[in-house]
T-cell receptor, first 114, second 116 residues
């Protein structure tokens, strides 16, 4: 069964600190992996997208890594800010029968404290 | 970048009434639109997939007669929650996928539905 698991479920850090969120998946056939940031009461916004051949992708203070062999991804946030408080969702795309399907992780809720 | 809007952003209604939520792709043509619902502190759950001009495909456990989806044009899909009940209260999010970048979906800002 195609699954995407994220850890930790929630995380509290102090402003200025770094943190790393994890995503493990069993999706096959794999197409790409996206990390989204979802602020409370808003729709998800894409942070990074990685295909099978990409190991790392950065977007400002966000850096995502992908290990396609172990089927693991991480999202590293550097020098956290209060505005980073949000849910972070890992979504893996599979390409089957000529169409893309999206498998959502359960998300990690990050709270950054002053 | 591709922009998807939803209207209304929030709605409060009485039990038994019907509510329509619109999802529009503002600067691209969306061949496929997805409807999700999200309960507090949970991730998005796919309700249905709609392709322009054809009937929506509903996920297992989603009542198609209760959640009516219409995708009449390449820029507009609507979700109608019929005879809403308090348990239908949720955050509804749509996303749209275009012709050319077929593996990318763009999310709307969501609609908060509260049924009294």
């Amino acid at each position: 069964k195609n699954q995407v698991e994220q850890s930790p479920q929630s995380l509290i850090i102090l402003e200025g600190k770094n943190c790393t969120l994890q995503c493990n998946y069993t999706v096959s056939p794999f197409s790409n992996l996206r990390w989204y940031k979802q602020d409370t009461g808003r729709g998800p916004v894409s942070l990074t997208i990685m295909t099978f051949s990409e190991n790392t992708k950065s977007n400002g203070r966000y850096t995502a890594t992908l290990d396609a062999d172990t089927k693991q991804s991480s999202l590293h946030i550097t020098a956290s800010q209060l505005s980073d408080s949000a849910s972070y969702i890992c979504v893996v795309s599979e390409f089957t029968s000529g169409t893309y399907k999206y498998i959502f992780g359960t998300g990690t809720r990050l709270k950054v404290l002053a | 970048g591709a922009v998807v809007s939803q209207h209304p952003s929030w709605v409060i209604c009485k039990s038994g009434t019907s509510v329509k939520i619109e999802c529009r792709s503002l600067d691209f043509q969306a061949t496929t639109m997805f409807w999700y619902r999200q309960f507090p502190k949970q991730s998005l759950m796919l309700m249905a997939t709609s392709n322009e001009g054809s009937k929506a495909t509903y996920e297992q456990g989603v009542e198609k007669d209760k959640f009516l989806i219409n995708h009449a044009s390449l820029t507009l899909s609507t979700l109608t929650v019929t005879s809403a009940h308090p348990e239908d209260s949720s955050f509804y999010i749509c996303s749209a996928r275009g012709f050319y970048i077929t593996d990318t979906q763009y999310f709307g800002p969501g609609t908060r539905l509260t049924v009294l």
